[in-house]
């Protein structure tokens, strides 16, 4: 059974910082992320990245759809299917490849190739809010998973 938490968020700082807390909880998941051009997707997935350990400068894969970033045994590969307009293109720009990880798949522009995601896939919506900065995150998945989010994020916010 799947269920959908909202979070604002205030600032690309905030927007990362949940990508962090995001990153241990669902880990050797496909993140499916959507929103509008500059809603955060890339800075939702910076978040990711550090929340697993990598520090290397994670940017948008608009032109090379794909990057991957490695910290010892944990992969985070990084899609952006902004371009890949059917089947046929994710499948040439090797989606197949990681939609079983080991870490974490975050794909932006995901509603261009949700349809053969595999069940069980994160789906996160960022929807821009009321002033240039905040945002709201619709995160769904396995009930289990959100609420153990929920409660890192509360946990986060208490410290």
Request: proline share 1%.
């Amino acid at each position: 059974m799947e269920k959908t938490y909202v979070i604002a968020t205030c600032n690309e700082e905030d927007t990362i910082r949940l990508g962090k807390i995001l990153a241990s909880v669902f880990e050797d998941r496909v993140i499916a992320v959507c929103g509008d051009l500059g809603a955060g997707k890339t800075h939702f997935a910076k978040g990711i990245a550090l929340g697993m350990g990598i520090a290397k400068h994670v940017t948008s894969p608009t032109f090379s759809i794909l990057n991957i970033y490695r910290n010892g045994d944990k992969t985070f590969y990084h899609m952006d299917a902004y371009r890949l307009t059917d089947e046929e293109s994710a499948y040439n720009a090797g989606i197949e490849d990681i939609l079983q990880p080991k870490g974490i798949t975050l794909i932006e522009w995901a509603e261009n190739v949700t349809d053969i995601l595999s069940d069980g896939y994160v789906s996160v919506n960022i929807e821009k809010g009321s002033d240039e900065n905040k945002r709201l995150l619709y995160v769904t998945a396995d009930r289990q998973s959100v609420d153990r989010m929920a409660l890192l994020i509360h946990e986060d916010t208490d410290r």
